[in-house]
């Protein structure tokens, strides 16, 4: 239930469903509680008018000096319902001089619907809340005054909403009960649904995962002739297309390299002809031109003839131990002057240590430039690349941080795939990352990126040092590392 079908089934219809059940209880608990609530305010405002009009018919009006005498009457004689609710009665001076439970009243009992009944305009309050001995209640009060309005007293009720709440409790119980019914109900009904989808679907999903690593070769069966068969005959076709075209484009690059190698030739050939003998401002400007546009076009070719080579798995390192401080040194260096053209500030943490590795010089030079060369690419005038190096437990890394545009999430997993690019309107053959990744990878190492959108990229490699790979042999499977290795052991 993480993903796919079922989760979206999960969130579409479960979740959809919960949610309307869920406020639909809360809706209907608040409905129960604030009518059960209203009705015993109703009920203690009844039972005080009742006693005011008492009041009133016992002394003609409020106009009396006996409210002492006549509240403590009604409340022992008169008033019945001592075991639902309480009873207070107050004098002008905010304190309790008689309740209707017989006890001594507590005179540090807050009493906030008391002092609302005095503020307000029709001398009434109302509190819910919690006393000192941590009992929930509701209390009503009506500030008793004379004609000319002056304060004589005041009468409170109060009653426990404890057995209310209990009531509302079952109530929301049964309600949470009834939609768990429901829940579960539908939740089974939809699940067997869904599994006689799900089973065929993961079929599929099984074998156009090991097509979409590359075997092109396999083929799904189907069982029934319907939506799902029709679908197994699709991806069975789609898997004989890519490996049709896995084939045709591999053989691409391998024709189109050739091809513009034997023109390469004769450029630069002709090239050194006209460099013999000729009109000299012609010659000049025209050798310049061919020589330029002929090294571009080779690295190209060779680009296209490596990442061929990798593919066929005939690429092979001319292994030695060096310094890879000192090569990447270099191509820093072969970047300075184009960073400065460009605008773009190449920053380069210099550092005297020592990072003897065991590798091909110019596959790993190779690696440096083209990372370099990304790195300037994609970031714009005005803006910096940093390259840092350091040796950090038996490994030696290399930081190139760029403030350029930076890698979309969505792209960043597949960028080092081979012909991916990210962004189309830059210039490049999208195999600059792959070789990189590949070409690391050969000499043990890693190649990691980390990039955030519209703030930069940050590329990390990671090569063991000699002591290192002479120490776990098994941290590299090039077989010309690996014969280098045994040399050395010898």
């Given at each position: 239930?993480?993903?796919?079908?079922?989760?979206?089934?999960?969130?579409?219809?479960?979740?959809?469903?919960?949610?309307?059940?869920?406020?639909?209880?809360?809706?209907?608990?608040?409905?129960?509680?604030?009518?059960?609530?209203?009705?015993?305010?109703?009920?203690?405002?009844?039972?005080?008018?009742?006693?005011?009009?008492?009041?009133?018919?016992?002394?003609?009006?409020?106009?009396?000096?006996?409210?002492?005498?006549?509240?403590?009457?009604?409340?022992?004689?008169?008033?019945?319902?001592?075991?639902?609710?309480?009873?207070?009665?107050?004098?002008?001076?905010?304190?309790?001089?008689?309740?209707?439970?017989?006890?001594?009243?507590?005179?540090?009992?807050?009493?906030?619907?008391?002092?609302?009944?005095?503020?307000?305009?029709?001398?009434?309050?109302?509190?819910?809340?919690?006393?000192?001995?941590?009992?929930?209640?509701?209390?009503?009060?009506?500030?008793?005054?004379?004609?000319?309005?002056?304060?004589?007293?005041?009468?409170?009720?109060?009653?426990?909403?404890?057995?209310?709440?209990?009531?509302?409790?079952?109530?929301?119980?049964?309600?949470?009960?009834?939609?768990?019914?429901?829940?579960?109900?539908?939740?089974?009904?939809?699940?067997?649904?869904?599994?006689?989808?799900?089973?065929?679907?993961?079929?599929?999903?099984?074998?156009?995962?090991?097509?979409?690593?590359?075997?092109?070769?396999?083929?799904?069966?189907?069982?029934?002739?319907?939506?799902?068969?029709?679908?197994?005959?699709?991806?069975?076709?789609?898997?004989?297309e890519l490996g049709a075209a896995e084939r045709m484009k591999n053989d691409f690059i391998s024709s189109v390299s050739h091809e513009l190698r034997t023109p390469l030739t004769a450029i630069k050939g002709w090239a050194e002809?006209?460099?013999?003998?000729?009109?000299?401002?012609?010659?000049?400007?025209?050798?310049?031109?061919?020589?330029?546009?002929?090294?571009?076009?080779?690295?190209?070719?060779?680009?296209?003839?490596?990442?061929?080579?990798?593919?066929?798995?005939?690429?092979?390192?001319?292994?030695?131990?060096?310094?890879?401080?000192?090569?990447?040194?270099?191509?820093?260096?072969?970047?300075?002057?184009?960073?400065?053209?460009?605008?773009?500030?190449?920053?380069?943490?210099?550092?005297d240590q020592l990072a003897p590795v065991y590798g091909d010089r110019d596959r790993l030079r190779q690696v440096f430039v083209n990372i370099l060369d990304n790195a300037l690419k994609y970031t714009g005038e005005g803006g910096?690349?940093?390259?840092?190096?350091?040796?950090?437990?038996?490994?030696?890394?290399?930081?190139?941080?760029?403030?350029?545009?930076?890698?979309?999430?969505?792209?960043?997993?597949?960028?080092?795939?081979?012909?991916?690019?990210?962004?189309?309107?830059?210039?490049?053959?999208?195999?600059?990352?792959?070789?990189?990744?590949?070409?690391?990878?050969?000499?043990?190492?890693?190649?990691?990126?980390?990039?955030?959108?519209?703030?930069?990229?940050?590329?990390?490699?990671?090569?063991?040092?000699?002591?290192?790979?002479?120490?776990?042999?098994?941290?590299?499977?090039?077989?010309?590392?690996?014969?280098?290795?045994?040399?050395?052991?010898?």
């Amino acid at each position: 239930m993480t993903r796919g079908i079922s989760r979206r089934w999960f969130i579409n219809t479960i979740g959809v469903v919960f949610l309307i059940l869920l406020v639909s209880i809360l809706t209907l608990s608040m409905m129960v509680q604030s009518s059960t609530y209203n009705g015993m305010e109703l009920a203690l405002t009844g039972r005080l008018e009742e006693l005011l009009n008492w009041l009133s018919g016992s002394s003609g009006g409020y106009e009396t000096s006996e409210f002492a005498a006549i509240t403590r009457d009604y409340i022992e004689n008169v008033f019945q319902e001592k075991n639902r609710m309480e009873i207070m009665a107050l004098s002008k001076d905010g304190k309790v001089f008689i309740t209707s439970t017989g006890f001594e009243p507590d005179q540090q009992q807050a009493m906030p619907d008391y002092e609302m009944a005095l503020r307000s305009g029709d001398n009434a309050g109302k509190w819910v809340g919690e006393l000192d001995t941590g009992e929930k209640v509701m209390a009503v009060t009506r500030a008793v005054r004379d004609s000319s309005g002056s304060l004589i007293g005041a009468i409170r009720y109060m009653v426990s909403l404890e057995r209310a709440d209990r009531q509302t409790a079952l109530v929301i119980s049964a309600l949470v009960l009834g939609g768990a019914f429901i829940m579960l109900l539908l939740t089974l009904s939809g699940a067997y649904f869904i599994r006689s989808i799900l089973v065929p679907v993961r079929q599929v999903s099984q074998s156009a995962r090991q097509i979409a690593q590359g075997d092109f070769e396999v083929r799904i069966e189907k069982s029934k002739d319907d939506e799902i068969g029709q679908l197994c005959d699709a991806i069975n076709d789609m898997a004989g297309e890519l490996g049709a075209a896995e084939r045709m484009k591999n053989d691409f690059i391998s024709s189109v390299s050739h091809e513009l190698r034997t023109p390469l030739t004769a450029i630069k050939g002709w090239a050194e002809t006209l460099q013999g003998g000729a009109d000299p401002g012609t010659e000049e400007k025209g050798i310049g031109v061919i020589i330029r546009e002929s090294e571009r076009l080779s690295g190209l070719v060779e680009e296209l003839l490596d990442f061929s080579r990798l593919q066929s798995g005939r690429m092979r390192l001319i292994a030695e131990r060096l310094d890879l401080i000192a090569e990447l040194d270099e191509a820093v260096y072969l970047f300075t002057d184009r960073a400065r053209t460009e605008r773009k500030e190449l920053r380069y943490a210099e550092t005297d240590q020592l990072a003897p590795v065991y590798g091909d010089r110019d596959r790993l030079r190779q690696v440096f430039v083209n990372i370099l060369d990304n790195a300037l690419k994609y970031t714009g005038e005005g803006g910096a690349v940093s390259v840092a190096a350091s040796v950090e437990a038996g490994y030696v890394k290399v930081l190139v941080t760029d403030t350029g545009c930076g890698i979309p999430a969505e792209h960043l997993p597949n960028v080092k795939k081979k012909f991916y690019k990210a962004n189309q309107l830059v210039r490049g053959s999208g195999i600059g990352l792959a070789l990189a990744d590949e070409i690391t990878a050969m000499h043990g190492g890693a190649l990691e990126l980390e990039s955030q959108e519209g703030k930069g990229t940050c590329a990390a490699i990671s090569l063991p040092l000699c002591a290192t790979l002479e120490a776990s042999p098994e941290l590299v499977e090039t077989p010309e590392i690996q014969k280098l290795l045994e040399r050395n052991r010898e």
